[in-house]
């Protein structure tokens, strides 16, 4: 069972920058970031494969980045130019099985508890 811890959620002015850490234990094949705003869906924001191949959501791309760090099974999500429709709560997810799919959708296996970011305009 992989479990996800994340961390550095926290509020910001429009244009400001946040870094989420997400900790995974366990082995884990590709890794995401995820959030949910109030009263919509949960969407996907980044992606990350062992390999480090990266995958980005049309409205973050350019914006955010995804890395990670093999040693520390930690993945990172780096938020600039943050703007106040990117107020949610941040999740990170993990995949292990080869007969799930990775990338953008919510069909990850394992998730952590969520961080919010508030970004005021």
């Known amino acids: 069972q992989v479990q996800l811890v994340e961390s550095g959620g926290g509020s910001v002015q429009a244009g400001g920058s946040l870094r989420l850490s997400c900790v995974a234990s366990g082995y884990t094949r590709c890794l995401g970031w995820f959030r949910q705003a109030p009263g919509k869906e949960r969407e996907g924001v980044a992606s990350?494969?062992?390999?480090?191949?990266?995958l980005y959501a049309d409205s973050v791309e350019g914006r955010f980045t995804i890395s990670q760090d093999n040693a520390k099974n930690t993945v990172y999500l780096q938020m600039n130019s943050l703007k106040p429709e990117d107020t949610a709560m941040y999740y990170c997810?993990?995949?292990?099985?080869?007969?799930?799919?990775?990338?953008?959708?919510?069909?990850?296996?394992?998730w952590g508890q969520g961080t919010l970011v508030t970004v005021s305009s």
């Open positions: 990350i494969y062992n390999d480090g191949s990266t």
């Open positions: 997810a993990a995949e292990s099985s080869f007969s799930r799919s990775c990338g953008l959708r919510t069909n990850y296996s394992h």
